[in-house]
């Protein structure tokens, strides 16, 4: 699993990535506040998988201006944790679950190349 330092939102300095890099670079890329339980919770399930989710833990003083940024790339409003899959928006934990659970989460995630069984 990789874990990415809090995003820097791009202009921000020259070592900056910009969120929607992040995102389209990433077959698994999850965003959350750092020390959030349920963003645990994103990633062991993902893991259990067999996913390597690339994961960013935002700071909470950073988490307002990421927010924002994630909600330009996806066109939709976003709160913590989010998962995108394949560069797209695809929710949060609950969808998470809820596709786990119903059985469509794999193939999204082969279809993705987050997974290759």
């Known amino acids: 699993?990789?874990?990415t330092p809090p995003c820097p939102i791009s202009g921000e300095g020259k070592d900056s990535i910009p969120?929607?890099?992040l995102v389209a670079e990433n077959a698994v890329m999850v965003f959350g506040q750092r020390e959030c339980c349920m963003c645990h919770v994103v990633k062991l399930l993902l893991l259990g998988l067999g996913v390597n989710p690339t994961i960013s833990a935002?700071?909470?003083g950073d988490?307002?201006?990421v927010i924002s940024e994630l909600s330009k790339v996806s066109g939709e409003t976003?709160?913590?944790p989010v998962v995108f899959?394949?560069?797209k928006l695809f929710g949060g934990l609950e969808r998470l679950v809820a596709?786990?659970?119903t059985g469509e989460l794999v193939p999204i995630l082969k279809e993705a190349r987050a997974l290759w069984l």
Do not use: L, N, R, S
């Open 78 to 80: 976003i709160e913590f």
């Open 58 to 60: 935002v700071d909470e």
């Open 63 to 65: 988490v307002a201006e």
């Open 19 to 21: 969120v929607g890099e």
């Open 1 to 3: 699993m990789q874990t």
């Open 99 to 101: 596709t786990h659970i």
């Open 85 to 87: 899959v394949g560069g």
